[in-house]
């Protein structure tokens, strides 16, 4: 039934694509949200969900969500590492932006305070915090957190996120596809909302950027 309801509702091009095109969409921004600081401005709670939506409308939907959730999983891990060595490279020194919304002196320091004090409980719930997230790794490699702990942090982290809320999504879609209509209506509008957001987010990283740089100390992690 869904095959039919994503034709009908001018979704088709879901269906030509397949699901190449989501694992290539969600694993980029799961990296990216992870690693570098252009992740910050990326909907990348929102696109785990919309992603299990969009693979419950697919025959083979139960393999590719399970398979997805472990690919983005493993780009959460690696992007995190990414994220870690960037941080480490830098020293104590890390590169705010003047009167930034997101990546100012304050955060930075937000972050630092928060691993000094719970360290391997903040890197695990950081996991759920979209600017904290993509701040974390690079705050913790600067502040020369211990990277085996980090690792094991970062890695259970990873692993109570991506995949829930792929599969909240998924299970969320299933429900969907019961009521016709409902379906394709929901995904069309999720999909757009992703578009914008995207775009927004772009946006929002080239305003961010171009403010000027300051720089911020970040002090051991012994944790």
């Not at 939907?61 to 060595?85: C, D, E, R, T």
């Amino acid at each position: 039934m869904t095959h039919d309801v994503l034709a009908s509702g001018g979704l088709g091009f879901l269906e030509s694509a397949g699901p190449a095109l989501v694992w290539l969409i969600v694993v980029s921004f799961v990296f990216l949200e992870c690693a570098v600081i252009l992740g910050l401005f990326l909907p990348g709670d929102s696109l785990l969900i919309t992603a299990g939506i969009g693979l419950a409308g697919h025959a083979s939907g139960v393999s590719h969500v399970w398979a997805l959730s472990l690919g983005a999983f493993l780009a959460a891990i690696v992007g995190n590492q990414v994220g870690y060595v960037i941080g480490k490279r830098t020293g104590h020194r890390l590169v705010a932006r003047k009167n930034g919304k997101y990546i100012n002196v304050e955060n930075l320091e937000k972050v630092n305070r928060l691993l000094e004090r719970h360290g391997f409980w903040a890197v695990l719930v950081a996991r759920w915090i979209p600017w904290v997230r993509t701040l974390c790794p690079m705050v913790a490699g600067a502040g020369n957190m211990n990277h085996r702990r980090y690792t094991i942090a970062s890695t259970l982290g990873a692993l109570i996120w991506a995949p829930v809320l792929l599969l909240l999504g998924f299970y969320f879609g299933s429900w969907l596809d019961r009521v016709p209509w409902l379906f394709p209506t929901v995904l069309t509008l999720m999909i757009v909302s992703i578009v914008l957001g995207t775009a927004f987010g772009i946006y929002q990283y080239r305003k961010e950027m171009r403010r000027p740089a300051v720089t911020t100390e970040v002090h051991d992690i012994d944790a």
